[in-house]
């Protein structure tokens, strides 16, 4: 049994190093509370997660304004509601 700490310090990935080839069992437990925000330091992509599998992955070089995005996403709720 192994426990990773969270953060940069903690796995980034698990490996059967002894026989690469050789099928492996792998139990994951997970203390993860939702929501929750996680930076992958690998690609710099950051995952912004609320459910199981309701997640939104943000790639490095994405980034955008606050305020533009506000503006955005009022705009696409605009657009998408009942003619009044």
Known sequence: MVAFPRGPA???????????????????????????VAE???TGTWLAVRGPR??????????SELMDSLVRAMQAGDAHRPDE
Do not use: W
């Not at 990935?13 to 080839?21: H, K, L, Q, S």
């Not at 939104?56 to 994405?62: C, D, E, I, Q, T």
């Open 10 to 36: 903690g796995a980034h990935r698990v490996a059967n190093a002894a026989d690469a080839t050789a099928p492996a069992r792998l139990l994951i437990v997970s203390t993860m509370h939702l929501p929750d």
């Open 40 to 42: 992958h330091l690998d």
């Open 54 to 63: 309701e997640y939104k992955a943000f790639p490095a070089g994405s980034e």
